[in-house]
């Protein structure tokens, strides 16, 4: 089972919080379209002919494409790779764009899956976070999307915001609730370096974040979502039964994957590339061989820890077999003897020969990942 990612780089503006790599212009969207069709073509061999039976398009903001871009790119995909006929495929999309049209003209497309950047439902919080649409256009498009026959629809959320109190991340949970849907991505509000957040926060011109009201938040999350029968498949992920992203799930489950447009990155078992960060450059390089990408072979260090890192942060839990098949007895004696401390303070809970994050470990779980590494 293989996996395919595409970058769109486009965005109508930036969010302040955001690091990924995107430009607010849609100049260089032909020039854009064009590169990525030939780096299409150029790593046809790179997943060896798997069967892909995942695609997502991710940015910056895929709904910026028309039916005929996205067509055209689906094409190209189509002409080049084994695409298994019921491959879920993901398009990212931000509420501003999801007129009723482009709905409809998204059901005609390939696109089978939904994951809509709502955030919050409440325009103070989406003011903060310099999102463009509304709280009240988000909740319409959700229910235009479910008209347009989207039922595999996700929304994201984000908590932590200074302006979110806890009533109000609770009045998002039950509004996300009552939607129906059965996916929910769910992320802590962080200040990366060199965002607009994190200089605005320095000058005194936004509330700063605070980490226990994360926490906090967090723990709400988990306790009123599981509650309704929603599984907690990873850390920032949580869904029905068999409602599972499993795009995401290939990654989290060490499948191959292909990383498509600037700053895509790929995975092949035993080494990982990273496509350049930069529009002009991605045009001109893309489809010149190897130019276009960074690569390192992976160590067996780091493929544990990738590992380590990965499975711990899901439901299917840090498998102890599987490293001593996969990487040596040496390994999964050095994780089972890292982790008995966090056994100790019922962070981690050890059943059948796997290791997982109790609700209290899920809110440390990069720390204990990094006492767990070897490298
Ligand atoms: S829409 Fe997404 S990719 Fe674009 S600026 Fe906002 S967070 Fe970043």
Redesign the pocket.
Known sequence: MAGIYLHIPF?????H??N?F?I?SLKQKPDFLAALKREIAVQKDYLKDENVQTIYLG???PSMLDKEELNSIFDELYKHYNIHPQAEITL?G?PDDLSKEKLKMLSQTAVNRLSI?IQSFFDDDLTYLN?VHSADHAKIVINNALNAGFENLTIDLIYGIPTLTDDKWHQNINYFLQTGLKHLSAYALTVEPRTPLAHLIGKGKLRAVDEQQSARQFEILMQRIEDEGFIHYEISNFAKANHYSKHNSLYWLGGNYLGLGPSAHSFNGHSRQWNVSHLTKYINEAGQAESVFEKEELTLDQRYDEYVMTSLRTSWGCDLAHIQNAFGERYSHYCLSQAQAFIGEEKIEQRDNRLFLTQKGKLFADGIAATLFMD
């Open positions: 965005c109508k503006q930036k969010c919080y955001c990924f995107s607010a940015g910056g903001t990212e931000n950047g999102r």
